[in-house]
């Protein structure tokens, strides 16, 4: 199925570009053309597949027919759900399943040139350093220091710096903001630029990067901990945190 005969890229470079080829290819049917994709995948048709090619194009089209094919397939049957969700979420599975087949297509070569460990150490962390596609569809790559919980279904992750200091310093409960330790001087002025607009949900006041805030699981309000007599101590152990205004209405619910 593949555009112009077979395509056999044979050093990690090679795959690397392979593999941005066939990315973009997909990237641009599911955000600039999606409504010609959409179209082409109509669920009364037979089972459709989405290709990406190395040229950057993409095509809707039935599996192989040789088995096993040149290349491995791409997931089958993505036009029958197409009516039956959201289009948003449509689109968001549609991603996930060409990402998993983008790097099966990349270790496919991999595995067939005998790449060695350091050499597919190497493709992974290459590839590793572009979004995954389903991260461009839902916008999840356009803000991954502030990209709170609507992005994902973790509580925990909600801390505005979790990718940056809160996933190191909190362990695995980063929706608090610790104060500035001296080895993060150099996180400073971002942080302050991130969070610098962030208000106290109790007090009204600004942040402030030598304070310690935590974040509402509920309301997604951020609050001082001092205003909410919460600890960076105690913080370790609340999996999930409400604040006082959310506490009160699930008690009168």
């Known amino acids: 199925m593949d555009e112009g005969g077979p395509y056999n890229p044979r050093t990690v470079e090679e795959v690397f570009r392979d593999f941005k080829g066939r990315r973009a290819g997909m990237i641009k049917a599911l955000t600039i053309d999606v409504e010609e994709f959409y179209q082409q995948c109509y669920p009364e048709k037979e089972n459709l597949c989405l290709y990406g090619f190395p040229s950057e194009q993409w095509e809707v089209n039935l599996p192989a027919e040789e088995v096993p094919p040149e290349l491995p397939e791409p997931a089958l049957g993505i036009n029958f759900a197409r009516d039956g969700m959201q289009e948003k979420d449509w689109l968001s599975l549609v991603a996930v399943h060409s990402d998993a087949w983008l790097l099966a297509v ?12 350091a ?24 803000k991954p220091a502030k990209e709170k919980s609507s992005n994902s279904n973790h509580g925990s992750n909600k801390s505005k710096s979790n990718s940056k200091r809160g996933s190191e310093s909190q362990g695995k409960y980063p929706k608090a903001l610790q104060p ?48 909410v007599k919460i600890t960076p101590a105690r913080a370790e152990h609340i999996k999930q945190y409400k604040c006082p205004s959310c506490s009160n209405k699930r008690t009168r619910a």
């Open 119 to 142: 050499d597919r150490k190497r493709l992974f962390h290459m590839i590793n350093d572009l979004p995954t596609i389903f991260e461009v569809v839902t916008g999840a790559a356009k």
């Open 180 to 227: 500035k330790d001296e080895d993060e001087e150099g996180l400073e002025e971002e942080d302050d630029e991130e969070h610098g607009e962030t208000l106290c949900g109790a007090c009204g006041e600004n942040y402030a990067s030598d304070e310690f805030w935590i974040c509402c699981d509920i309301c997604e309000k951020w609050f001082h901990g001092k205003c």
């Open 106 to 117: 990349a270790f496919y070569f991999g595995a067939r040139f005998g790449f060695d460990r």
